[in-house]
C-alpha cells in the first residue's frame, strides 16, 4: 500500500499516512491507534480561538454519534501539548464540555504537512479548517476543507460518515441530501447484459436506464 506524498493533500482512495504524535491521551502511532475502525481526523487552526472552540465542544457533544458507528474522532493543530491541555480544561469550566477524543499536538507541523493542511496562502502557521474521512483500511474515502473563518456543521460530518458507510456496505451511491433510511442509487449498469438484468428487476424503482432507486431494508434492532 502506497501513502500519499508529504506536503499533497492525501486523495480519495490513497492510503492515509501513517504517523507517531503526542497527543492529550499520550502518543500515539496512528495505525494502532486507528485498531481497524473508521477515523473522522480533524485540524483546526489554534487553540483558544473562538471558532475552533465552538467546533471542539460540537464534536464532543456529539461523540456517542461517532462511537454508535465505529468511528473514532481525533482532532489537530498547531500547538504544544501544554497549551492543548490548558484550552481543554478552559473548555470544561466555560463550557461544562469535556473533550473526549484526543487533540494532536503537531508543534513541528510534521502531521499537517502530511495532510496538506497547511494553505499558505490562508495561513503559513496555522492549519485550516480539514476533515479526512479515513476507512478501517486506512484509505481515504471523503475530505473536507474550510477556511479559518468559518466553522463546519457536525451534523454534516455525521451525515457523510452515514453515507459513505452504506456505500461501503451495500456497494451502492448515495443521492443528493441523502439521510439514513432515504432511498438509495444503483449505480448505472456498464454493459448491455447487465442493463437487461437491471431493467428486469423489480425491487427497484427505474426513472430511466442510468437512474434507478432502492429501499434498503431496516437494520434489524
Ligand atoms: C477561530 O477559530 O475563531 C479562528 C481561528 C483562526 C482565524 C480566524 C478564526
Redesign the pocket.
Known amino acids: 500500500m502506497s501513502e500519499a506524498v508529504s506536503g499533497a493533500i492525501p486523495r480519495i482512495g490513497e492510503v492515509a499516512p501513517d504517523f507517531v504524535a503526542e497527543t492529550t491521551q499520550g502518543v500515539i502511532k496512528f495505525s494502532e491507534w486507528q485498531g481497524g475502525k473508521w477515523v473522522v481526523l480533524f485540524s483546526?487552526?489554534?487553540d483558544f480561538?473562538?471558532?475552533?472552540?465552538t467546533e471542539l465542544a460540537e464534536f464532543a457533544r456529539k461523540n456517542d454519534e461517532f462511537a454508535k458507528r465505529d468511528a473514532k474522532l481525533i482532532g489537530l493543530s498547531i500547538d504544544s501539548i501544554h497549551s492543548h491541555m490548558a484550552w481543554l480544561q478552559n473548555i470544561k469550566e466555560r463550557l461544562g464540555v469535556e473533550i473526549p477524543y484526543p487533540l494532536i499536538a503537531d508543534i513541528d507541523m510534521k502531521v499537517a504537512q502530511k495532510f496538506g493542511m497547511l494553505h499558505p496562502e490562508a495561513?503559513s502557521t496555522?492549519t485550516v479548517r480539514a476533515v479526512f474521512f479515513i476507512n478501517p483500511d486506512r484509505k481515504v474515502q471523503a475530505l473536507v476543507y474550510y477556511p479559518?473563518?468559518n466553522g463546519r456543521n457536525i451534523d454534516e460530518v455525521i451525515r457523510l460518515l452515514d453515507s459513505l458507510q452504506t456505500s461501503a456496505k451495500h456497494s451502492v451511491a448515495t443521492p443528493a441530501n441523502w439521510r439514513p433510511g432515504d432511498k438509495v442509487i444503483i449505480p448505472p449498469p456498464r454493459n448491455v447484459e447487465a442493463l437487461q438484468q437491471r431493467m428486469a428487476r423489480t425491487d427497484m424503482e427505474h426513472v430511466d436506464f442510468y437512474l434507478g432507486f432502492k429501499q434498503l431494508e431496516k437494520p434489524s434492532s
Open positions: 483546526h487552526p489554534a480561538t473562538p471558532v475552533c472552540t495561513s496555522a479559518l473563518t
